[in-house]
């Protein structure tokens, strides 16, 4: 009885000892799981913070890339704006010059051979984009239209009997095709100033409404230009309003026909040189 006794009592000693190394064995598995829990966790977070400082330093790059270029490109305007004063006492911005030597690659190199001042050069250029601007051929030109290109500006005059009855400054009906005309072209290009100007011969004039010549050639001009602007749409801060009255005429006032050649209204196209070239890769 004493030996079973004895078996049983060793029987539940050696159970107990290998639950035991069993608990502990796993106990130690579950503290190296945590360990490498932990372990991989400030792993994770060091690359998280490592990650987020690459992120923050390509941020910083980016940021200076752009600011490079927006410094650049503010460089690249200035440069392009500033303004250059010649020897021959023109002025023209680095961009204009730009445009105008790509011009000049198109004017007949005998005329350009000619140009020994920047000035000179900037009027051939400017010349030669007018005359492409205007088309002539489409003014019918006869004696009572002339169109002349002169340097920088284009002259077109237009006798009396085109635009005016005798002695009025009210333009007749047949008037309308030329103006129509005219004002296409002058709505085409942006880059230019219209100054109209009013000539007459030197007969005198004095009406309820007319002083003398000096007051009939300022009425003409302010008709055509009022037309311009309402009936055609050119825009009013282009226009410019003169009279000369007699006092530049083109030929002596000797016969009939010498003073109706003097009675003509002359529109000038101005062009604004900057203006005009910033136009020019649009045309």
């Known amino acids: 009885m004493k030996k079973i006794s004895i078996l049983l009592v060793t029987t539940i000693l050696l159970s107990a000892c290998v639950s035991k190394k069993k608990y502990v ?20 977070e060091d690359l998280e913070a490592k990650f987020a400082k690459i992120q923050a330093r390509v941020d910083e790059y980016n940021s200076k890339i752009n600011s490079l270029n927006e410094d650049v490109e503010g460089l690249k305007i200035e440069n392009d704006v500033m303004l250059e004063v010649n020897d021959d006492g023109s002025v023209i911005s680095n961009e204009a010059k730009r445009k105008m030597r ?11 051979a000619n140009a020994t001042t920047l000035k000179d050069s900037m009027n ?27 340097n920088t500006v284009v002259m077109i005059s237009i006798s009396d009997k085109m635009l005016f009855n005798t002695a009025s400054y009210r333009i007749s009906n047949k008037a309308d095709a030329i103006l129509q005309k005219l004002a296409d072209v002058i709505n085409s290009e942006e880059s230019i100033d219209v100054m109209v100007e009013g ?21 003409r001009a302010t008709s055509v230009v009022r037309k311009l602007q309402d009936q055609y749409d050119v825009a009013p801060e282009k226009l410019i309003a003169s009279g000369r009255s007699s006092y530049q005429p083109l030929v002596d ?23 005009f070239f910033a136009l020019m890769e649009a045309n």
């Open 199 to 219: 000539h007459t011969d030197p007969r005198s004039i004095n009406t309820g409404k007319i002083a003398d010549n000096w007051d009939l050639s300022v009425l």
């Open 102 to 112: 790509a011009t000049l690659k198109n004017v007949d190199q005998m005329k350009l």
């Open 25 to 44: 064995a796993l106990e130690q598995e579950n503290g190296e799981l945590k360990s490498e829990l932990t372990k991989t966790r400030v792993e994770k």
């Open 124 to 150: 051939l250029a400017v010349q030669y984009n007018l005359a492409q601007a205007m088309d002539t051929s489409d003014l019918d030109e006869d004696e009572d239209i002339a169109v002349d290109i002169n």
């Open 253 to 275: 006032n000797d016969t009939r026909e010498n003073r109706a050649k003097n009675r003509r209204t002359r529109i000038i196209l101005l062009p604004n040189i900057d203006k």
